[in-house]
Nanobody, 114 residues
Framework: VQLVESGGGLVQPGGSLRLSCAAS????????MGWYRQAPGKQRELVAS???????NYVGSVKGRFTISRDNAKSTVYLQMNSLKPEDTAVYYC?????????WGQGTQVTVSS
């Protein structure tokens, strides 16, 4: 399984970005997909996840601002990020989980700064 993220970049506070993660392999449809982030000096944290049945979960700090979605036909998961804040600055990682296995993308940098 390979995961390739895209869509990161520099944005001003209050702005928006959409991250994408394209997965290879045939297990995407039955997998739990997640977006994690890691800021400098901090532990990696789960930002949002979505099950194969489209049940979503968010960390409290992003609720109402971020939306995770998936397109099984394209084997792609998205993270729409609105009303971005400087504290959202981090490397964002896509993950695919199936049973005891977890796979990671290479990460994409998101910087929120004026």
């Amino acid at each position: 399984v390979q995961l390739v993220e895209s869509g990161g970049g520099l944005v001003q506070p209050g702005g928006s970005l959409r991250l994408s993660c394209a997965a290879s392999g045939s297990i995407f449809m039955v997998s739990i997909m997640g977006w994690y982030r890691q800021a400098p000096g901090k532990q990696r944290e789960l930002v949002a996840s979505i099950t194969s049945g489209n049940t979503t979960n968010y960390v409290g700090s992003v609720k109402g601002r971020f939306t995770i979605s998936r397109d099984n036909a394209k084997s792609t998961v998205y993270l729409q990020m609105n009303s971005l804040k400087p504290e959202d600055t981090a490397v964002y990682y896509c993950s695919l989980s199936l049973g005891p296995s977890r796979y990671w993308g290479q990460g994409t940098q998101v910087t929120v700064s004026s």
